[in-house]
T-cell receptor, first 110, second 112 residues
């Protein structure tokens, strides 16, 4: 079966750093994506990892370990606008279909 | 191009009625996807087009659901004989030979 796990909810403080973990068990692997989704809005792309290691993009970084079936999204210098759900998605094969986790709701407190 | 657009943004219908949603992808994108999302869950894959060809359809999709992309540009998703369990946000996304899928604002369906 295909399964993606991520925490349901996390709380962090403005200005701090937070790490959102994602583990996956899929029939194959052809890339992992992180998307941000504000309440009532569509998901927006944050990052893509297909090889092991860290990808950095401004305040956001994403890490992948294929052997462990594990990824994390690291958010630095948190701002109130970062309050949103963060969705982990895996492309299990080459047909571009994504398998999605349920998302992690991140709450930022002043 | 301003991105992926969807119409309508909201639809309220009575159980048993048919509904049709439209998606206009980014113009140069050849791939188009339909997803369904309920509160607190990630998007659930429904179907996928490459140009006008429907290449994959979720096994979870009943025969009441049908999608078309007749000219390889816009797409429609029709739900026949709607049920209360069909109430959800219906998301369309597009991509072009790239990894990133761009999402539209979604159509929120409420079946009463």
């Amino acid at each position: 079966g295909q399964n993606i796990d991520q925490p349901t909810e996390m709380t962090a403080t403005e200005g701090a750093i937070v790490q959102i973990n994602c583990t996956y068990q899929t029939s194959g692997f052809n890339g992992l994506f992180w998307y941000q989704q504000h309440a009532g809005e569509a998901p927006t792309f944050l990052s893509y990892n297909v090889l092991d290691g860290l990808e950095e993009k401004g305040r956001f970084s994403s890490f992948l370990s294929r052997s462990k079936g594990y990824s994390y999204l690291l958010l630095k210098e948190l701002q109130m606008k970062d309050s949103a759900s963060y969705l982990c998605a895996v492309r299990a094969d080459s047909n571009y279909q994504l398998i999605w986790g349920a998302g992690t709701k991140l709450i930022i407190k002043p | 191009d301003t991105g992926v657009s969807q119409d309508p943004r909201h639809k309220i219908t009575k159980r048993g009625q048919n509904v049709t949603f439209r998606c206009d992808p980014i113009s140069e994108h050849n791939r188009l996807y339909w997803y369904r999302q309920t509160l607190g869950q990630g998007p659930e894959f429904l179907t996928y087009f490459q140009n006008e060809a429907q290449l994959e359809k979720s096994r979870l999709l009943s025969d009441r659901f049908s999608a078309e992309r007749p000219k390889g540009s816009f797409s429609t998703l029709e739900i026949q004989r709607t049920e209360q369990g069909d109430s959800a946000m219906y998301l369309c996304a597009s991509s072009h030979d790239s990894n990133e899928q761009y999402f539209g604002p979604g159509t929120r369906l409420t079946v009463t």
